[in-house]
């Protein structure tokens, strides 16, 4: 690769790295794995970084590698080792007064099955339309809006209330 074109990709990663983890983080449960998930899609993406100039939406593209290599991760065997009862606590930030909210509503994510919390994540954290996300899971539109739904009820059960008003990606994040 060019030193010019080195140069490129680190700056787009650079910039993109946060929210590509974020998703990662939500979509795997795991801060750990999510850091694996989007090191092997920017890996793929580094190995193919010449010919992304031809590629319309980037952005959209790197996306996709990054939930694909999130639903990957989890089919591994060795993915669902778990050492321990429940993940350990992560450092919060001492002046953010949502931190317990977004601990309640991660808490609440992991208990969902699998594909609802993929699908909550996605259109909710990502902001993605139903048409996009079942391209991406490879699921028909109905599928996601069922999954959307149920996950929802099973989420507000789980929280003990109706209303999920202001738990989107700014009280999930």
């Known amino acids: 690769m ?3 074109w080195e140069q ?8 993109r ?3 590509l983890h974020r998703i990662a983080r939500q979509l795997l449960g795991d ?3 999510a850091d694996d998930a989007v090191q092997n899609a920017l890996t793929v993406l580094y190995q193919r970084w010449p010919r992304m100039r031809e590629v319309q939406h980037l952005d959209a593209y790197v996306h996709t590698m990054v939930v694909r290599a999130c639903l990957g991760d989890r089919r591994r065997w060795w993915a ?3 050492l321990w009862a429940a993940p350990p606590d992560t450092a919060a930030v001492a002046d953010d007064p949502l931190v317990e909210q977004r601990m309640v509503v991660r808490a609440a994510l992991r208990s969902l099955p699998e594909g609802q919390r993929t699908v909550l994540v996605l259109r909710y ?5 139903v048409a ?3 391209r991406l899971l490879g699921r028909s ?3 996601v809006k069922s999954q959307t739904s149920n996950g929802l009820r099973a989420l507000r059960r789980a929280l003990g209330q109706g209303d999920l008003t202001g738990v989107t990606s700014g009280g999930v994040g």
């Not at 954290?125 to 339309?129: G, I, K, R, T, Y």
């Open 2 to 4: 060019r030193p010019a």
């Open 8 to 15: 490129d990709f680190t700056q787009y990663v650079g910039a």
């Open 17 to 19: 790295i946060p929210r």
């Open 31 to 33: 801060s750990d794995r």
């Open 80 to 82: 669902r080792v778990q």
């Open 125 to 129: 954290l990502c902001d993605l339309p």
């Open 132 to 134: 996009e996300v079942a």
């Open 141 to 143: 539109e109905g599928t």
